[in-house]
């Protein structure tokens, strides 16, 4: 599967933004979703993840009551809306995804096995 991630930009600190993740190639419905974000000089970390149906989500808790992801299988695409941005959000964002037959959501970075090739968000303060 193939996935384009979309939507990144520069926002000021308490702004939205919405991240789209695009993908093609495969039944998208088979595979788990998850959002990641890597800032300079840090290690990629999972921020959000979703099955394959949409019913189970993860969000990490730096990101809790602010940022939601959720899919429209219909439609190949997994979303990640941001509100409430801070400057320690500043990073790249990726999209990965994982071939799922167990409808739980997928935790570990190293477990996906698709990888998008991410868009920068800013957050100035």
């Known amino acids: 599967v193939q996935l384009q991630a979309s939507g990144g930009g520069l926002v000021q600190a308490g702004g939205s933004l919405r991240l789209a993740c695009a993908a093609s190639?495969?039944?998208?419905?088979?595979?788990?979703v998850g959002w990641s974000r890597q800032a300079p000089g840090k290690e990629r970390e999972l921020v959000a993840a979703i099955s394959t149906g949409g019913t189970v989500k993860f969000h990490v808790d730096s990101v809790k009551g602010r940022f939601t992801i959720s899919r429209d299988n219909a439609e190949n695409t997994v979303y990640l809306q941001m509100n409430g941005l801070k400057p320690e959000d500043t990073a790249v964002y990726y999209c990965?995804?994982?071939?799922?037959?167990?409808?739980?959501?997928?935790?570990?970075?190293?477990?996906?096995?698709?990888w998008g090739q991410g868009t920068q968000v800013t957050v100035s303060s």
């Open positions: 990965a995804a994982a071939h799922s037959v167990s409808g739980a959501v997928v935790r570990t970075t190293v477990a996906y096995q698709y």
């Open positions: 190639g495969r039944p998208f419905y088979n595979y788990a």
